[in-house]
């Protein structure tokens, strides 16, 4: 998903709120400056800088006092998008992939590796432009672009991610219920599960998830749910009901629930959209919204 236009100006004072986005947020600053905030830390950006946030990551940006900056945003999910046209499993490493995609955190300045601004800027105009075969050149774009990313990591004097600190106390003691939960999404389970994997009490675990996240455990994972639903109604023309059993759900009331409560729209009139679009993104566990000053 591509979000880019004028709309997709930072205002100059702070939500008050952390988000998070459950893809890879690659941002690009086109205007003016501000701060970028994770957890109890703050990062100054400015023109030109490129912001690499992972799906776990909450945070929040504003822009300086007076300024609007612009920006443009990419969400990617890799393997979605890639395989099986590319599998991932050729290449990457899949430790340094997952702490690229799930907790990285990094500004990068474009003047410093002016590719990855190219790869970024062409993904950008092939969402936006749909010149012939779009798809696949926006494929070859994302394999470029994550092998950048990845080398990137490997050279930095500095890793690619969050600091220790930051990791110690937040998604990383969680990672192992993280990890559970998107390979087994569909299938069901108790939070004794997630719990046991993190070898806490579930009474602990909650708690810790909780502050880490900024939600529970089962919120996390029926947005999870209806993330993966969305995607399927939007991408095949398997039924509702098919969609609803297929991620996870065992009612289609409590799919439908769910889904209305998320994504501000029924399945059906979701699928009936067809497609990604202008003024949808990925925000705080609600789902395609409009940016949230703009509501």
Known sequence: MVLTGEIWRIPDHPSGVL??????EIGLCQSDSG???????????????????????????????GTSSKWSY???????????????SLFIDRGRYN???HSAFSILHSAED?????????????????????????????????????NIETDRAEPLTISENIRKESTLIITPALEFIRSNYMSEFGVDTLAD????????????????????????LNRYRIEKAAFLLSSTNTPVIDVASEVGFRSISSFNRHFLSIMKTSPLKWRNQASFIKNQSVLKYTGWLIPPFRR
Do not use: W
């Open 99 to 101: 702490d690229l995609i």
């Open 197 to 220: 994997l993190c070898h806490m009490s579930q009474t602990h675990f909650r708690r810790i998830f909780t502050q880490t996240l900024q939600t529970s455990p089962l919120d996390y």
């Open 35 to 65: 701060t970028l905030e994770i957890k109890n830390s703050s990062y100054p950006f400015t023109f030109g800088d490129i912001t690499l946030i992972g799906s776990d990551v909450c945070h929040t940006t504003y822009s300086t006092p």
């Open 114 to 150: 002016p590719r990855l601004l190219h790869y970024i800027e062409d993904i950008i105009d092939a969402y936006i432009l749909k010149p012939a075969n779009y798809q696949f050149l926006i494929r070859g774009l994302a394999i470029s672009l994550l092998v950048n990313l990845l």
């Open 19 to 24: 988000h998070f986005h459950n893809r890879l």
């Open 74 to 88: 990419i969400f990617l999910d890799f393997e979605q998008l890639l395989t099986p046209y590319f599998p991932l």
